[in-house]
């Protein structure tokens, strides 16, 4: 079967403790995207809350397959036709003090068809600000891509964008997605930089969601929503705020740089 091309879309939001306003939101940009033409969106890491305490997060898990927003996630998928790929929502864990950092796609049918749990967990400690995601996460283990109509596409969320070896373990992929909450003090440094090394390399395009703004728990996130092609072309993107970060998935593109610049073939290890 042939891949087919499509229209992409980011869902950028600055999530809130309240996850029935963050619902909200979402639905609201969802119905943007669709009236955009998009087939395929994605949500930010932390969709459904962010907040006042890292134990907000862990309080709000779901067990999966069952839940007010994994129901919300197929409802919006199948009355919209379309496929959603939820960037991240709080699963319960083994350990019952902790919880897993779940990416879920759901297909036109409603179907929850894939779920990736956040391997690298992200710390970082520099000044007032303090980052230990394994306090209250469990890691995941397993890197997951899949097949869509629309080709392969490979999952992952915010920190695991700092190891390369997950996507070329993956690769080939027609479209890396990073769902994200990026901390603004990191992400001006390194956001855009490791963004456009991944699609370059991989040569393909890469879709990044983030959290982007002030949250009301104080907590800054660095936005800076994007698509990139596979040349490292930045082809839209969002600063800050809630809104949809819209373009064209085309897989001439893919296979006239990768004829050009044959580098996936060219691999030695």
């Known amino acids: ?18 996850v029935a306003d963050n619902l909200a939101v979402a639905g609201r940009l969802l119905e943007q995207a669709v009236e955009q033409g998009a087939q395929l969106v994605v949500l930010p890491e932390y969709f459904p809350i962010i907040g006042a305490s890292d134990s907000d997060r ?5 067990n999966y397959g069952s839940g007010p927003v994994q129901d ?5 998928a199948q009355g919209h036709g379309l496929w959603i790929f939820a960037g991240s929502i709080p699963l319960t864990a083994k350990s019952p003090d902790k919880m897993r950092n ?4 759901y297909n036109p049918a409603g179907e929850c068809v894939a779920r990736y749990d956040k391997i690298h967990l992200f710390g970082f400690s520099k000044g007032d600000e303090h980052y230990d995601e394994s306090a209250f ?28 070896e997950l996507y070329r373990g993956l690769a080939p992929v ?14 001006r440094a390194h956001w855009e930089i490791l963004l456009r090394a991944r699609a370059i390399e991989n040569q393909c395009y ?7 703004g002030k949250h009301e728990n104080g907590r800054m996130t660095h936005g800076n929503s994007m698509i990139i092609d596979p040349w490292g072309e930045i082809l839209d993107r969002k600063l800050k705020g809630p809104g949809v970060v819209i373009a064209d998935l085309d897989h001439a593109r ?16």
């Not at 893919?254 to 290890?269: T, V």
């Open 206 to 212: 890469l879709l990044a969601v983030g959290q982007g």
């Open 102 to 105: 779940s990416s879920l796609v």
């Open 1 to 18: 079967m042939s891949k087919q091309n499509c229209r992409i879309a980011a869902l950028q939001m600055v999530s809130g403790p309240r």
């Open 174 to 187: 027609d479209l890396i997605l990073v769902p994200a909450a990026f901390t603004d003090t990191t992400g």
């Open 137 to 164: 996460i469990e890691a995941g283990e397993q890197p997951v891509a899949l097949t869509t109509p629309f080709g392969r596409v490979a999952l992952s969320i915010c920190y695991d964008l700092r190891f390369p």
């Open 58 to 62: 862990v309080k709000a898990r779901e």
């Open 72 to 76: 919300w996630l197929a409802s919006m």
């Open 254 to 269: 893919i296979a006239e740089i990768r004829e050009s610049l044959p580098a996936l073939a060219h691999r030695k290890l």
